[in-house]
């Protein structure tokens, strides 16, 4: 029987000219928003808000400022060439995610339903290609075989759906029942794209092909991979020895050169990471809100956004 975690989160009203507000579960938080449309405008930070669980957004310029807040309720959000993809939970009797299309307002265009709890969502740097993931059983990557996830692809110009990446061909893998795919992201081609494949107890890092229905794997012990601007690296977590709870570390990969640079950040992030620029990564850590870290292995992590997660910048 499928096992599925439900998260009741409580919903804060906002005010127009409201300045600041409070959601005391489990602890205070407090945070200034100021009036105005949330868009997908150029140098604006697009994020989900931790106290109202809505799109929200600031100036890359001033991260830490005062937010506007939209009414889009989304449990991931992601925005590419002025487009949004808000991944959702679905209302009704029965577990279930909704991918919501939006316009550089927020504005809804389109919607699909899918099975499951949302987890990762993506759309291609043209916004052509949108992929997201949910789980179907289970809670966590935290443990292999502890969970079950449906992860699928939509061309928005030609209305093709793959519903479910489990039926892509691996070069070199025959068939296997526990096969599960997660954390797409995409290339500028609109049809290859970089995935995590997991089956007999390992994880792989893959490059797939949307248009032929297939992969190769790369290489092993590679999660929720996301291509930097330029194309020529992936930032991904990886299992490294540690706390059994959330044993990841993010490194950065070279794909010329397939080397491997681990992060300044330490704290085990289990997050598909966004690139703000070619040098900068982003990431959300629960209770601790939105962070950067350099991208070469340098530096040491600084919050950028309070109370908020799914980061994604408009450029």
């Not at 407090?30 to 405008?41: Q, T």
Request: glycine content about 10%; overall charge negative; proline content about 7%.
């Amino acid at each position: 029987m499928v096992r599925v975690l439900f998260v009741v989160a409580a919903v804060i009203v906002l005010g127009v000219g409201a300045t600041a507000y409070a959601l005391r579960a489990p602890e205070e938080v407090a945070v200034a928003v100021e009036p105005g449309p949330v868009e997908l405008s150029a140098g604006r930070l697009l994020f989900v808000d931790g106290a109202s669980g809505r799109v929200a957004s600031v100036p890359m310029s001033d991260p830490g400022g005062p937010r506007r807040v939209s009414s889009l309720s989304c449990k991931r959000f992601y925005t590419a060439a002025r487009q949004g993809l808000c991944l959702a939970d679905r209302s009704g009797p029965f577990p279930g995610s909704v991918a919501i299309f939006v316009g550089q307002s927020l504005e809804e265009t389109h919607r699909i339903d899918v099975a499951g709890v949302p987890n990762r969502a993506k759309l291609s740097p043209d916004g052509r290609m949108a992929s997201w993931t949910t789980f179907v059983t289970g809670d966590s990557y935290a443990q292999t075989g502890a969970f079950s996830t449906r992860t699928g692809i939509y061309d928005r110009e030609t209305s093709l759906y793959q519903s479910n990446l489990e039926g892509t061909r691996i070069a070199g893998m025959k068939r296997a029942e526990d096969m599960n795919f997660w954390g797409v992201t995409f290339t500028g081609d609109d049809r290859s794209y970089y995935a995590t494949l997991s089956t007999g107890g390992k994880t792989y890092l893959v490059d797939g092909d949307a248009v032929d229905i297939s992969a190769t794997p790369l290489r092993e012990n590679a999660e929720c991979p996301s291509l930097s601007p330029d194309g020529k690296r992936l930032a991904f977590k990886k299992r490294v020895p540690g706390d059994g709870a959330r044993p990841w570390r993010q490194h950065v990969l070279d794909l010329t050169t397939m080397a491997e640079t681990p992060l300044a950040e330490t704290r085990g992030i289990d997050d598909q990471v966004v690139w703000l620029d070619d040098d900068t990564i982003a990431y959300g850590l629960p209770g601790e809100g939105i962070w950067a870290v350099p991208a070469n292995g340098e530096g040491t992590p600084r919050q950028l956004v309070p109370h908020a997660s799914s980061p994604s910048l408009v450029s």
